[in-house]
């Protein structure tokens, strides 16, 4: 047997295989899921019917009974017999005995109550005629393999072309060129794929490519595993680096950051004439009172909002940090000591007008400001520091919620 022959037979043989199986083990659940769509349906109607005559029933109104049920049968072409019977069994729809049906798989008996309450009033029966669903189903049936034969056939004949043309054409002609070779011809012409291009060649190309696959791949996941660690790495230095210079509850730069970019603002003024930047210390009033009375919880969440009210009263390019505690502190960048004075008036009354509530109790702070104007004749960075601080002891000392100005006798309440 040659090879073109057993690959149409295998072909066949799936072939036949394929729609046997569609025939004896797909198609029945799904005749049988139509068949049970079908029922529910008539069953639906049938109490849809029930809900009906219900009304009419518990009247006693008989004649609206029977004109609703003729109506219904009407309707309904499928309904081969529509009885209605009480609950003690007498027949009261139809008047006359109903004929008897054959017994044929196509019909089925349904009954519905009539009434909610039990035993039911009434009890409405129906023969219903399926052979109407049992003959689209069959239809669809025949429609779908005739559709799968076509489809086959046409894989088939794909198939079979690309054995022609790909496998069997290629080693007849290397055939016929080793019968030839027995008998002393040279000359004869052989395929494009020379001996072993469709088996060895192919296979070493195909393993050679596998491993190049394979190789890329584990390159492709290393450099992601790389790339990966690298971004998890910068992430992590990033947020050291962040948290390094940030008060982890609110936000702001910390202590030792401040100093830093506080130093870097007085060399500024120091060396840059005409550069002047104003300092404030804030210590806020009655912080304790919050905290004491309510826990250390309602006391965090206080200075993040008195954070949040101190940031709104400063532009962008100004500092505010943290020192700890209820202790702030505010850079005011390239700003005259007038104008910082007045910024420092501001936070004063916005940190003593802000309400801060807690559960069912409401609390009012105060803030204490020293100002300290940082400028070329601005001492060093520690004294500066300690004159913002005596500046804020002053402002607290002389009554709380006021800004006190270092050296002079300038003092504003809030």
């Given amino acids: 047997m040659g090879l073109r022959a057993r690959f149409i037979y295998l072909l066949l043989g799936l072939a036949a295989g394929f729609l046997l199986y569609v025939h004896w083990v797909v198609l029945p659940p799904v005749s049988d899921q139509t068949l049970q769509i079908a029922r529910k349906a008539h069953q639906d109607r049938l109490e849809l019917a029930a809900e009906a005559i219900l009304p ?180 992590e230095k990033q947020q050291a680096e962040f948290e390094a210079k940030h008060d982890p509850l609110t ?49 965090d969440e206080l200075l993040k909002a008195i954070a949040g009210v101190m940031r709104g009263r400063i532009r962008e390019a100004d500092e505010l940090a943290r020192l700890g505690g209820d202790e702030f502190a505010i850079l005011l960048r390239d700003c005259a000591l007038n104008a910082g004075c007045k910024v420092a008036e501001g936070i004063c009354e916005a940190v003593h007008a802000f309400q801060f509530r807690w559960g069912n109790r409401e609390f009012r702070v105060g803030a204490s400001i020293g100002v300290v104007p940082v400028s070329g004749q601005a001492a060093g960075l520690k004294d500066l520091l300690c004159q913002a601080d005596t500046a804020c002891y002053q402002a607290k000392h002389l009554g709380r919620g006021r800004v006190s100005l270092h050296g002079s006798g300038y003092s504003s309440s809030g």
């Fill in 56 to 235: 009419p029933l518990l009247e006693s109104d008989l004649a609206n009974v029977y004109t609703l049920l003729n109506a219904i049968k009407h309707d309904s072409p499928d309904w081969l017999q529509v009885v209605l019977v009480n609950a003690e069994g007498q027949r009261l729809y139809p008047l006359t005995q109903p004929e008897g049906l054959a017994d044929r798989d196509e019909i089925i008996q349904l009954s519905a109550k009539v009434g909610f309450l039990d035993p039911a009033v009434a009890e409405l029966q129906v023969v219903v005629d399926m052979a109407p669903v049992l003959g689209v189903v069959r239809s669809q049936q025949i429609s779908l393999q005739i559709a799968l034969l076509i489809v086959l056939a046409l894989m088939l004949l794909a198939v079979w072309f690309q054995v022609e043309m790909v496998i069997r054409r290629p080693l007849a002609q290397m055939i016929q060129a080793a019968h030839k070779l027995m008998h002393g011809h040279f000359g004869t012409h052989l395929p494009d794929q020379a001996a072993g291009e469709i088996g060895e060649l192919s296979q070493t190309f195909s393993d050679m490519r596998s491993a190049i696959e394979r190789h890329h791949i584990d390159m492709q996941d290393e450099l992601k595993n790389r790339q990966h660690e690298a971004s998890l790495l910068k992430m």
């Fill in 251 to 299: 936000g702001i730069i910390n202590r030792r950051e401040f100093e830093r970019r506080l130093a870097i603002s007085l060399d500024e003024a120091q060396q840059g004439p005409g550069a002047e930047h104003v300092l404030m210390f804030i210590d806020l009033d009655h912080f304790k009172v919050v905290n004491d009375t309510c826990g250390h919880a309602a006391g």
